[in-house]
């Protein structure tokens, strides 16, 4: 089984400032057809995930351009440019190249 | 608007079976292959079974496979999951979530989840 592993865990961040997740997986998510299946959600306390980013680097509808996703073969990283309130909850990054895992979920806190 | 709704979720004793149910609307139910995906208390996601578009294809987590059975009617729209064997580290949020599926595999619409509790 792929296991996904991010870092930190936790990430206290000033409003207004940048902030950076990284996920690594135990072996390369590239895929026989050549994608790479590295997704990133969001969980904002007491609701369900929202899918912020897929393969890498694809913002999903209506996720704000501050979002971005980055990285290849097994090191990935969500960034976000200018934190805001809202951001508060916990991110995860999935993979589904073979079967599907979710990282261990990196919570966002405002400083 | 798409929109997934679960249901059945509850308090059961150990070694009892449970099942629940997610109901689809907005979309195309039959286009898409469709996951539960769990949360216990206080900790991160767990993916747990995948069914495909058209229900022929099933895959499971290995913690579940032989207790859990995932299925779906694409004339009701809805997917279910039938949970057999049940022990108290199944106690969870369960979530149903779609698959956009196409060659694509990312998960792009969740419900908002169903609480099972596994006690005596």
């Known amino acids: 089984d792929i296991v996904m592993t991010q870092t930190p865990l936790s990430s206290p961040v000033t409003l207004g400032q940048p902030a950076s997740i990284s996920c690594r997986s135990s072996q390369s998510l590239v895929h026989s057809d050549g994608n790479t299946y590295l997704s990133w959600l969001q969980q904002r306390p007491g609701q369900p995930p929202r899918l912020l980013i897929y393969k890498i680097s694809n913002r999903f509808s209506g996720v704000p351009d501050r979002f971005s996703g980055s990285g290849a073969g097994t090191d990935f990283t969500l960034k976000i440019s200018r934190v805001e309130a809202e951001d508060v909850g916990v991110y995860y990054c999935?993979?589904?190249?073979?079967?599907?895992?979710f990282g261990q979920g990196t919570k966002l806190q405002i400083k | 608007q798409v929109q997934l709704v679960e249901s059945g979720g509850g308090v059961v004793q150990p070694g009892r079976s449970l099942r629940l149910s997610c109901a689809a609307s907005?979309?195309?139910?039959?286009?898409?292959?469709m996951h539960w995906v769990r949360q216990a208390p206080g900790k991160g996601l767990e993916w747990v079974a995948v069914?495909?578009?058209?229900?022929?294809?099933?895959h499971y987590a290995a913690s579940v496979k032989g207790r859990f059975t995932i299925s779906r009617d694409n004339f009701r729209n809805t997917l279910d999951l039938q949970m057999s064997s049940l022990r108290a580290e199944d106690t969870a949020l369960y979530f149903c979530?779609?698959?956009?599926?196409?060659?694509?595999?990312?998960?792009?619409?969740w419900g908002q989840g169903t609480l099972v509790t596994v006690s005596s």
């Open positions: 979530a779609r698959d956009v599926g196409g060659g694509d595999m990312y998960f792009d619409c």
């Open positions: 907005g979309f195309t139910f039959s286009n898409y292959p």
């Open positions: 069914i495909s578009s058209h229900g022929i294809d099933q």
């Open positions: 999935m993979q589904a190249t073979q079967m599907y895992t």
